[in-house]
């Protein structure tokens, strides 16, 4: 069950069309990962973690490898259907689209959807990152009744192990909006098959979306005149 984009390079699409196109075909020739963004990564993941302690005694249907997400894919629905309470990083694909949901909770006859940050307020990627999944599991048929994004108590914002989850995190349903957004990002995922189907760099300019929200990991690449050297990285790398 082949998926076209993620969460995350959806994301990025929503960036710089070019710098999805970059990722999909010229993988290795991204800039080096800086320490502090790997740091981040590795917060966000944890804080992810903790959050399970907010609905304890759930199943992790995560993969072993980021190579086996079919199979993460398959276990999510097998969970699902045997009403498993709560499940952790449940995978599920719909047009081409792959995601996985930090906490998914069985609700009478319907499910709840929690998306987990690590920050105290909740940004515009944020909020597409949610309509994206809510839109995902929406459309795999899920009787989904709510989604909310998890995040960061300000006044907890420092976190220690001896902290209990519920003084760190507060909780906001967004399921309203996230409903809004359906027909545009059918429309956006259509113009990135076709952007992803060509064999020709998109030509955008550089500017301040190279930096905002995040800072495009193909700046270095860009740099460089990328009509005129577009053919030959497809040789090289086909």
């Known amino acids: 069950m082949a998926h076209l984009l993620s969460k995350s390079s959806y994301i990025r699409s929503l960036q710089c069309i070019k710098s999805l196109y970059l990722y999909k075909n010229f993988y290795r020739l991204r800039d080096p990962l800086p320490v502090e963004r790997k740091v981040r990564f590795e917060q966000g993941h944890n804080i992810g973690k903790l959050a399970w302690q907010l609905f304890p005694g759930g199943v992790d249907a995560s993969p072993y490898h980021v190579s086996r997400f079919n199979e ?11 009403k498993t309470k709560v499940i952790y990083e ?3 694909i719909f047009n081409d689209v792959l995601v996985a ?35 995902v599991l929406n459309g795999t048929g899920l009787p989904l009744k709510d989604f909310s994004i998890i995040y960061l108590n300000k006044h907890h914002s420092e976190i220690t192990d001896d902290q209990m989850a519920e003084n760190i995190f507060q909780t906001t349903s967004v399921i309203e909006e996230c409903k809004t957004h359906t027909d545009t990002i059918n429309a956006h995922i259509q113009q990135l098959r076709f952007v992803l189907a060509n064999k020709k760099i998109p030509q955008i300019e550089m500017g301040n979306h190279c930096n905002q929200p995040y800072t495009c990991d193909f700046k270095g690449l860009c740099t460089k ?10 040789e090289k790398f086909e």
Not at 72 to 82: D, G, N, R, W, Y
Not at 225 to 234: A, M, R, W, Y
């Open 225 to 234: 005149n990328l009509e005129q050297i577009s053919t030959g990285l497809f």
């Open 101 to 135: 949901l930090d906490i998914l909770v069985l609700d009478g006859d319907e499910w709840k959807a929690f998306e987990v940050k690590s920050s105290t307020a909740i940004s515009e990627t944020y909020r597409n990152d949610a309509a994206l999944q809510y839109y």
């Open 72 to 82: 993460s894919v398959e276990f999510t629905k097998k969970l699902i259907a045997q």
């Open 90 to 92: 449940a995978a599920f």
